[in-house]
Nanobody, 123 residues
């Protein structure tokens, strides 16, 4: 059974930091790109960041570039999202997802999804 489990969400003041983790299991994820998406109330789920299998290439939405960093540890079957200088507009449920192809920013490219973790940034 494939599982992606996010953790590390919570409540933080504006300007603060959080580190999200996503542990994946249940099959081989060799070659998979791992992505992070977020969904705020009343809004569509949007791309945040992605990292390829080797970890050598990463991609970011313009809204988080320079503040968020994604990385992965394949030995631990885990991917991370370090979020710094958080803003109230970063408040959302954050999801990790896995894709074997397609485009890094497209939701439809991702085959597996986690249940999400809530991030709330107070002003």
């Amino acid at each position: 059974q494939v599982q992606l489990v996010e953790s590390g969400g919570g409540l933080v003041q504006a300007g603060g930091s959080l580190r999200l983790s996503c542990a994946y299991s249940g099959r081989s994820f060799s070659g998979y790109r791992m992505g992070w998406f977020r969904q705020a109330p009343g809004r569509e789920r949007e791309f945040v960041a992605a990292v390829i299998w080797s970890g050598r290439s990463t991609y970011y939405a313009d809204s988080v570039k320079g503040r968020f960093t994604t990385s992965r540890d394949n030995a631990k079957n885990s991917v991370y999202l370090q979020m710094n200088n958080l803003k109230p507009e970063d408040t959302a449920v954050y999801y990790c997802a896995a894709a074997i192809g397609g485009t890094y920013y497209s939701r439809s490219s991702y085959n597996y999804w986690g249940q999400g973790t809530q991030v709330t940034v107070s002003s």
